[in-house]
């Protein structure tokens, strides 16, 4: 009687030990995933995604838009991913974005969670819906200076080559060299209004990591806010808007000089 009260005690030590052991791995298994759950700061959605904590509450993971494109692009976040499960996203420098002029992935969500305002043209009269795969904005290029090899003198044009609109969002630029004295520079140069984060510049560099890469937008571009004005560009409006709101419109202002009207007093006491 005694021994088997013994053995039970010893089976019911051993399950307790196994059970805290079980719960210390579950615990740090668990803690592990949370912190996937969080937002990564520099990860890359599909074409069309809304700003990163809008699209977490509105993806609801179902994996249509990985499913749907055709260069398998898209990757759907896994544990030890480090990003928030179940949710899509992209690496350039392995698959970039080909940017398929009927959009897909952002055609097969069902959430809203990829935008469709944000990849199409103003319907037509007859309620058409035209995709304008130029206005996607994954991210932006952004280019290391110093280890890209074209600023060291080598004729290296590969991103230029690979970036699908070939001289605007990307344009080569001419200076001299100074240390040949005879060669000149010709120098990549990203320009973030028409640069739509697609990564074909990334995914083509020669350079052992990549000296040009995509970061989402709000992470590599400032801000200048409304206290600064471009006014001789036409664009810069509604940013003028949000200065004074009272101001007349543009073809009430047109006889005073720009940069009369800029600081004036109105603008300065505002």
């Known amino acids: 009687m005694a021994t088997d009260y013994q053995l039970n005690r010893k089976q019911f030590l051993a ?27 520099l990860v890359l959605r599909p074409p069309g995604a809304l700003e990163e904590e809008r ?3 509105q993806c609801i993971k179902c994996g249509l838009c990985v499913s749907s494109c055709p260069y398998d692009t898209l990757i759907l976040a896994a544990p030890g991913d ?32 990829l935008d469709e305002t ?17 206005k996607t904005r994954i991210g932006v290029a952004v280019i290391d200076e110093e280890n890209c090899i074209a600023t060291w003198g080598i004729q290296c044009d590969a991103c230029y080559r690979a ?3 070939l001289d605007r969002a990307i ?28 990564g074909l510049c990334e995914h083509a560099c020669v350079t052992e990591k990549a ?9 590599a571009l400032g801000k200048v806010g409304a206290g600064y004005i471009k006014g001789w560009d036409r664009r810069d409006e509604n940013r003028l808007r949000q ?14 000089p720009a940069i009369d009207y800029l600081n004036d007093e109105l603008l300065l006491n505002d």
């Open 82 to 113: 480090h990003n928030p499960l179940g949710m899509p996203y992209l690496i350039p420098r392995e698959t970039p974005c080909y940017l398929c002029e009927d959009i897909p992935c952002v055609a097969a969500c069902p959430s809203g969670a």
């Open 15 to 41: 399950k307790l030990v196994q059970g805290a052991g079980l719960a210390t791995v579950g615990g740090v298994a668990w803690s592990s995933l949370l912190s996937e759950l969080k937002a990564a700061p």
């Open 163 to 165: 970036c699908p609109y």
């Open 118 to 134: 944000r990849v199409q043209k103003k319907e037509n009269g007859d309620g058409a819906r035209t995709w304008d795969v130029s």
């Open 211 to 219: 000296a040009v890469y995509i970061l989402p937008r709000d992470v």
């Open 55 to 57: 699209f977490q509450q």
């Open 243 to 256: 200065v004074s709101p009272d101001l007349p419109e543009k073809e009430g202002r047109g006889k005073q």
């Open 171 to 198: 344009t080569l630029e001419y200076s001299r060299n100074d240390r040949t004295g005879k060669h000149a520079f010709r120098l990549p140069k990203i320009h973030n209004d028409i640069c739509t984060g697609c």
